[in-house]
DNA sequence: CGCGCAATTGCAATCGTTTGCAATTTTGCT
DNA sequence: AGCAAAATTGCAAACGATTGCAATTGCGCG
């Protein structure tokens, strides 16, 4: 507030390291310190006052560890991501990035603080048990289900503070904040579809379980309208993804005219591809992305996509877990998709 | 090793939670359990055995607030963002979450978590201390300088473990990582020059300090080579960003022929202006943007750039901050740029 | 069989805060 | 002034794992 060097100018010559140092100078004992410390406690004004003043001037601040031990919560909220194959890849995924920005935002402002965790669950059978069981954490946001939908499962029966980014299934034991898939899916099919097209090729792993869904999705509709698609499986570390892209558009050159991209990461690429190759956007060939992530209004042309929205999904997995720190077993969370319309479809 | 459900098949019943209850049914001490546990302790073979087998059995995991609290040694590294005045902004800036992204690989790899925490210096001005001080984190990265410069430099007197991403100023006193802003900024205005640009407008906000020494770099060339060089205020936030250059563009269209963008995120959005403006690039306008991020390779046309190494950066970030976790004090590490030449300039 | 040394194990203090309970001081009221 | 009730404060036991030191056990060998 005031000035800051009033009488203690000296410097940290005097180490105040615990309560009961701090205890000492103040003349009181340790356990009033830590009450006026924490504030709202029933502790004399004065005496709070004059215990704050002197913890300012040694810039004293309480061990977390300790007080953590003996509280037996953390304040700590752990992310787990964790990594299928793509080992490299995926932690700095922009959309999981995003997401994860904007958890850090709604946590921060709870005034919980965040412990990150890449796993791989190869290399690791129990990553899950290890985080939950460590003690360091309170509760768990996994971010994308990878593989790992089982051993999720079986945690989840035995742990109620966990909340999962990625997709719902019928029936399913653990809570999971997510977009729609399947709805998604079905929105960019029939987007391409109204926009004349003919034949789709989707462009995505199936093998990661949110894809699968955007392919059921657009497969009903198409199917429904009498439209053929096809699956071009393609994955999602940067080097490969390019070349991937390339080899498949020249399969399908001059058969194929809208293209689904399981991820708007896949578009932009696929995109750039396709400027390459001289083909036109939209004339010969519509796209159609997945995300609306950031860069996605900055494309040439920019790209026609369904909107997952991030932030709505960051705040539904921090209310959720919150809820479920407080005790409430708490219902998935499925939002809907929005279709953006821009000039790729 | 063998069978799991050998004798207490029961389940979950004996909840088994401290080191001593599981001493108790091990038929040893506390202590026997921990450095069985522990794994290279001196302690009998078959006795370890044992013990690891009844805590698989059990699920049992020591609890690292106590452990942590006793060895007064946490084994994470805390991560602080500040954030200016961009509150939402940084943390999802596309340089910033790559970096992290790197960063959490590499101290993952070195056995240790990470703590994320944003702070907003403006609402907390011990933010740094606070972090530092609690004892929850055994070292601190610091991702950008913001206008946090003194405070840091204060800091870094009393404490060792902390390094930072930024800028480096001659004699100053935190050991910082970073790219070579000026030389950097050097490399863009040559190449611009190079290119045939008359007259040059840097985009971005230069009361950040790694900005201001891009523009400096610029500058310095630009007047060697008598070409005039002015400074556009261009902030970073994803909604206001459009709008400003858009502004700026209608005031220089015509008068400059050449934008050296602070970033890629503003040099991708202001290609997308200018394309919107009907203006061709590199033809009448030449445009340089700062990082190389993964999408500026797929702008149309794909964005001459100056490189910023940010696996480096991580990697050096880590090493660093390790060598002063074992009491070196290190010398500060800056990394070179690289013009990476593509189709805007 | 007994001694000495090495290999294991147990004991108990310690890390620094929090908090229930009891002791003490203040306050309010007659 | 006297006494009950309220407001503060102190005491000491947790929280759960680690580790120096001492005690025990086991082993080799004369």
Redesign the interface.
């Known amino acids: 507030m005031a000035d800051t060097d009033s009488k203690d100018r000296a410097g ?1 010559v005097t180490k105040v390291r615990t309560l009961a140092d701090l205890a000492k100078i103040a003349g009181v004992s340790p356990g009033t310190v830590s009450r006026a410390l924490a504030g709202n406690s029933l502790v004399n004004t004065k005496t709070r006052e004059k215990i704050e003043a002197i913890a300012r001037e040694h ?3 309480p ?4 007080s ?2 003996r509280r037996q919560k ?1 304040g ?1 909220i752990g ?1 787990a ?1 964790p990594l299928g194959h793509d080992v ?1 890849q995926k ?2 995924d ?1 959309f999981f ?2 997401l ?3 958890l ?2 709604e946590l ?1 402002e709870k005034g919980y ?6 796993v791989i669950p190869a290399q690791d059978e129990d990553w899950l ?2 985080f939950i ?4 954490v309170d509760g768990v946001i996994v971010i994308g289900q990878s593989d790992q939908f089982e051993r999720i499962e079986e945690v989840a029966d ?1 742990y109620l503070p966990m909340v999962v980014w990625g997709n719902h299934q019928e029936g399913q034991r653990h809570c999971v904040v997510g977009t729609n898939n399947r709805l998604g899916g079905k929105l960019a099919a029939e987007r391409l579809i109204a926009s004349g097209v003919k034949e789709i090729a989707f462009l995505g792993d199936t093998q990661a379980i949110e894809f699968a869904a955007r392919f059921a999705g657009a497969k009903e509709v198409a199917e429904k309208m009498g439209v053929r698609i096809r699956v071009l499986p393609t994955h999602l570390s ?1 080097e490969r993804t390019g070349e991937e892209i390339a080899e498949h558009l020249r399969e399908i050159e001059g058969k194929v005219d809208g293209i689904f991209a399981a991820t708007d990461t896949i578009a ?2 696929c ?2 591809e396709i ?1 390459e190759r001289g083909i036109d956007v939209p004339r010969q060939l519509k796209v159609v992305g997945f995300d609306d992530l ?2 996605s ?4 042309p ?1 790209l026609t996509t369904v909107r997952q929205d991030i932030a709505a999904g960051a705040k539904g997995l921090v209310d959720l877990l919150l809820r479920r720190l407080a005790g409430d077993d708490t219902e998935s969370l499925v939002l809907p998709p929005h279709l953006i319309i821009r000039e790729t479809a």
Do not use: C, E
């Open positions: 940290r810039g004293f601040r061990n977390q560890m300790a953590k031990l953390t700590v992310i991501i490299r932690i700095s922009a990035m995003t994860l920005g904007h850090a935002a921060t603080d965040l412990m990150l965790r890449r048990d290890r069981g460590s003690g360091m035995g940067p932009v690429t995109l750039k400027r950031p860069i209004s900055q494309t040439a920019p």
